[in-house]
């Protein structure tokens, strides 16, 4: 099936009761046992496992060609539960460029813990493969990367770690399944902050990893999902599997309003830069249109010609594009990163970045213009 066939009819869940198309939600959080002590459902109690989350664990292993999937409570614990497949002494590789919460798990959390982590340029694949040591073991990419949207190659990584025995991870949210499948592209592990685009309205907090085989790795993140007890509650799965039947349709348009906002913008006179991959500026553009071929999300950066101070500022001035941090849902976001980031952050202090919504383009682009042209 196609991709916008199967996000629809994956996420189905068939009700028993009163045969809805609609699917249930199931709030218990325990289930009856037999009279053997078995669970004749396959449900225990909801830490370990619900009707919810299984149909859109499903859903999202579909999805991405993966074997087995795993919703939990945040992006950040999705992270998490894959660095705590690694060990006292393992060395973590992580994008110089990237979403800072995430190396901020690995150094300041794991990092006492006995995990060795450092940073390298993810977009030049022999820099990747120069920095790999004895006792790396994950390669986790981020690809695009938060803020700057660069763009690493997946399948040039995956092919060096594959020659070294080492598992590589990617952050796939900024893209979302529809656009770009990780695994396809030789990766071993896919994680998604939920919470984004997959979730497209900025009413829910979750995270998802789905691993290419039911391997080790799937089986000791299924033992840290449970007892970690990172799970996200039924209505959240639900709304998360509803979300997913429009996903399709949703990047199609983010990524249309997107590329048309970055061509505008790149003419404008206040704007010094525009990262965009589908920009044939972007220094990865052509990698960015063989590895998204659909679209190359709706996500964009901006350096504007003004200071970091104006630069904040300027996130306030408009009306449509609302300054929170956050991103992929259904309204335009913007947000200056550096002083979301701290005074440790590589972000350019003129940078701002934008999360386009489903707003019409035309409107959108009215309200940055009027902006940029007070500057």
């Known amino acids: 099936m196609k991709k916008e066939t199967l996000a629809i009819h994956s996420t189905n869940l068939k009700d028993e009761t009163a045969a809805s198309i609609a699917a249930p939600i199931f709030l218990s959080t ?13 449900h225990m109690y909801a830490r370990n496992s619900s009707p919810n989350r299984d149909v859109l664990e499903k859903a999202l292993a579909a999805l991405e060609g993966g074997a087995k999937a795993f ?13 705590q497949c690694l060990k006292s002494g393992d060395h973590l590789l992580m994008p110089s460029v990237g979403y800072y919460a995430s190396y901020k798990l690995a150094e300041e959390i794991l990092g006492p813990w006995g995990l060795q982590v450092s940073q390298v340029d993810m977009t030049d694949v022999d820099a990747v ?35 070294s025995g080492i598992k590589v991870g990617v952050d796939n949210t900024l893209a979302s399944p529809i656009l770009q499948n990780p695994i396809a592209l030789g990766a071993d592990i896919v994680m998604h ?48 599997a509803r979300g997913l039947k429009t996903l399709p349709l949703r990047m199609k348009e983010h990524s249309k309003n997107a590329a048309i906002l970055a061509e505008k913008l790149e003419s404008h006179p206040a704007v010094e830069k525009v990262h965009y991959p589908g920009l044939p500026s972007h220094p990865q553009h052509d990698l960015a249109l063989k590895q998204m071929p659909f ?41 200056h990163r550096k002083s979301i980031e701290g005074p440790q952050s590589n972000t350019p202090g003129n940078l701002l970045r934008l999360s386009v919504g489903l707003e019409h383009v035309d409107d959108l682009w009215d309200d940055l213009n009027a902006a940029l042209n007070k500057l």
Not at 34 to 40: L, M, Q, T
Not at 71 to 83: D, K, P, R, T
Not at 295 to 322: P, V, Y
Request: charged share 15%; proline share 4%; aromatic share 6%.
């Open 30 to 42: 325990t289930f009856e046992r037999s009279e053997d002590g078995s669970y004749p459902k396959g």
């Open 71 to 83: 919703a939990l409570g945040s992006g950040l614990a999705a992270v998490n539960a894959v660095f």
């Open 129 to 163: 493969k120069n920095a790999i040591q004895p006792n790396t073991k994950l390669i986790w990419i981020e690809s695009p990367a938060n803020p700057m949207l660069s763009v690493s190659d997946i399948a040039g990584i995956c092919q060096i770690a594959r020659n």
């Open 193 to 240: 902050a939920t919470t984004k685009y997959i979730g497209g309205h900025s009413d829910i907090l979750g995270g998802a990893v789905i691993l290419k085989e039911n391997d080790e790795w799937a089986q000791r993140i299924q033992r840290v999902q449970i007892l970690m007890g990172a799970t996200p509650n039924p209505l959240d799965c639900y709304l998360l």
């Open 295 to 335: 679209g190359q999300s709706g996500m964009i950066a901006i350096q504007l010609k003004a200071s970091e101070n104006a630069t904040q500022k300027f996130a306030s001035t408009l009306t449509l594009f609302q300054q929170a941090t956050s991103l992929g849902g259904v309204e335009s976001l913007i947000e």
